[in-house]
């Protein structure tokens, strides 16, 4: 599952990278979302800050193999797979997808992190079968993340009107998911459609209140529109939730000292960012000398 992660330096110049996606992280434990849920969370090359909550997936990993769940768990044991493969144990969570494939073959969620197993292991032709295949099943549970992901592939193939079409589909299917409002969301920005930026990540945000990126977008999308003080309000609203969030972090440092004249508490949160290990620390320090 892939969706857009957005650049930890954000600040309306929307550079934007890919990683593999996630599940709306406000579903039951049990509903079987779980497989997915982490996975944002855990892939990419993390060009960006952005690792306050692979932690959360170690975290997860590391309580399920005290006491792995067997394929007769088949939620559980789909979350657990997905998490091993996400964490390049590949040879064991394939042997483990195939088990459970074997034991459900009604069940095409197997079939989905087979997909997905393909996809991170550069065998796209593979992925791309399946990810199609899945596509004709209209009531498969994962629909969401499915089209998001069709999504992601036609981007990988720059065709960015099909991109859109399997995302705004993907935000339409139930059960929602945080990802594909995300990527809508980047899009708009890429194009300056703040406004239309502004409800999506609203959405986003309403789905998964802890997802960095949805944030971060609905800021940049104020920022856009000139609506600075509600932008420092939103992520004033995040980081006093998640204290380690560097993007929102360092994006907000730079709406205080560059558009709503607070320098010296704005070359405090950077200082904070640039303490905290931030990846762009001598950019950081400049914009710090240039606010005194």
């Known amino acids: 599952m892939k969706f857009f992660l957005l650049s930890s330096l954000f600040t309306l110049s929307v550079s934007s990278f890919l990683v593999t996606g996630c599940a709306d992280t406000q579903v039951a434990q049990n509903s079987g979302e779980g497989a997915a849920r982490y996975l944002a969370w855990y892939d990419g090359d993390y060009q960006s800050d952005y690792k306050v909550d692979r932690a959360v997936a170690d975290s997860r990993l590391a309580q399920l193999e005290g006491k792995p769940p067997t394929v007769a768990q088949p939620d559980e044991y789909l979350e657990y797979v997905s998490l091993l493969d996400a964490d390049g ?101 890429q194009s300056r459609s703040w406004s239309a930026a502004e409800q999506v990540f609203i959405k986003a945000r309403s789905l998964d209140e802890d997802f960095e990126d949805a944030s971060l977008g609905l800021g940049v999308a104020l920022e856009g529109q000139g609506k600075f003080e509600e932008a420092n309000s939103t992520y004033a609203a995040y980081m006093g939730n998640h204290a380690g969030a560097r993007s929102v972090l360092y994006n907000d440092a730079m709406l205080l000292g560059n558009r709503l004249s607070r320098k010296e508490e704005a070359s405090q949160m950077m200082l904070r960012y640039v303490q905290s290990g931030g990846k762009e620390t001598a950019k950081a320090q400049e914009i710090i000398q240039s606010w005194r």
């Open 89 to 189: 144990r590949h040879p064991d969570a394939l042997k483990k997808i195939r088990a459970f494939m074997e034991t459900y073959p009604k069940d095409k969620r197997g079939v989905f992190l087979l997909a997905v197993h393909y996809w991170r292991v550069q065998k796209k032709e593979l992925a791309t079968y399946f990810f199609h295949e899945l596509e004709k099943e209209q009531d498969f549970p994962w629909r969401s993340l499915l089209l998001n992901d069709l999504g992601m592939i036609a981007l990988q193939d720059k065709n960015r009107p099909v991109a859109i079409d399997y995302f705004e589909k993907a935000t339409k299917a139930q059960p929602a998911t945080a990802a594909p409002f995300v990527n809508l969301g980047a899009l708009y920005l």
